[in-house]
């Protein structure tokens, strides 16, 4: 190739990349700009006479006065989202609210854990901005907890709720926006413990409450729920201790774990056991293998939640 014709197509595509760039840097004058979609990719400084400097660090100093849509755009999108009631009315589907308000119908549930299968006329519903879930902050929450628990940034959440420290104190109620992680997942409770499936789910065989017990012919109070389980890992719902691992009646091979805030996790029927009495043990970490030990008439895992020794429904922590 000709020495000429390159220097000739080199200039030809300086002068295309220039127009370029002029095109580029004459839309953005004209561009109302809002100055929340600049603040990541920008410094931004207050200048005299009310215009914004707009520095990109790398290569480029566009200066330039920019017409700004109104102060109040970056005052309002910092402002800690509203939380705002809605009334049910005739003919409300939580679809229809979840559309209406532009959230998702797992948030909705998140937000009004009072809500039932259907909705009744008058029930009242906490609608929150966006896809932002409230929590309550219970005892032994730290910011940095609470950040990792729904998958956010100890900053992020501390500017949705204008925190200027990270001290957060029991009860208080804090707005979490865009909570990255299954919510369905998570329990309302805001008690401190996370209490997560000790099995992979395969569905109930026995729910919990009262039942006609198929071995000993007679009605009895079930206090735990029957999950599907064939011979398969135990996991522990929550961190805590091994309060006890052996043979119980009734039970059969049975382990119980102890979290915090009263809460005690029980495990029947099991096979083989994986942990011993007064082990510590993280959420998630294998305790035992499921199986049909005990009162059974085949395997499965019987699996409790008690409180301060009363035993809870466990579906009430996965709704
Ligand atoms: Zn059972």
């Not at 309302?188 to 026995?206: C, E, H, L, N, R």
């Amino acid at each position: 190739m000709n020495k000429k014709i390159l220097v000739g197509l080199l200039t030809v595509l300086i002068v295309l990349n220039m127009f370029f760039a002029y095109n580029t840097i004459k839309k953005m004058e004209e561009e109302v700009v809002n100055t929340e979609e600049f603040t990541e990719f920008y410094t931004e400084r207050e200048e005299e006479g009310g215009g914004v400097k707009l520095l990109e660090s790398n290569f480029k100093v566009y200066e330039k006065h920019y017409k700004i849509v109104t102060e109040k755009v970056k005052e309002e999108s910092k402002k800690r989202p509203e939380i705002t009631t809605y009334v049910v009315k005739s003919g409300d589907t939580l679809g229809g609210i979840a559309n209406k308000f532009g959230q998702t119908q797992t948030v909705i549930k998140y937000n009004n854990s009072h809500l039932g299968k259907y909705l009744k006329i008058g029930q009242k519903i906490t609608i929150t901005r966006g896809n932002s879930i409230t929590y309550k902050v219970a005892k032994g929450d730290t910011l940095g907890n609470i950040a990792h628990k729904f998958g956010k940034s100890v900053s992020s959440i501390q500017e949705s709720n204008h925190l200027k420290t990270t001290v957060v104190h029991i009860n208080q109620k804090l707005v979490i926006e865009s909570p990255k992680v299954d919510l369905n997942k998570i329990s309302k409770k805001t008690t401190g413990i996370d209490i997560y499936w000790p099995v992979k789910w395969a569905g109930i065989t026995s729910p919990y409450g009262r039942r006609f017990h198929p071995v000993l012919k007679r009605w009895i109070g079930h206090m735990g729920v029957d999950l599907r389980a064939h011979y398969i890992p135990v996991k522990a719902s929550d961190k805590g201790i091994v309060t006890y691992s052996g043979w119980m009646n009734g039970y059969g091979n049975i382990v119980i774990i102890k979290h915090s805030y009263g809460y005690e996790t029980r495990y029947g029927h099991l096979k083989t056991l994986k942990v011993k009495r007064g082990q510590r043990v993280r959420r998630g970490q294998l305790i035992a293998i499921s199986g049909a030990t005990g009162r059974v008439t085949g395997p499965h895992l019987h699996y409790e939640i008690r409180k301060n020794g009363t035993p809870i429904n466990p579906m009430k922590f996965y709704k």
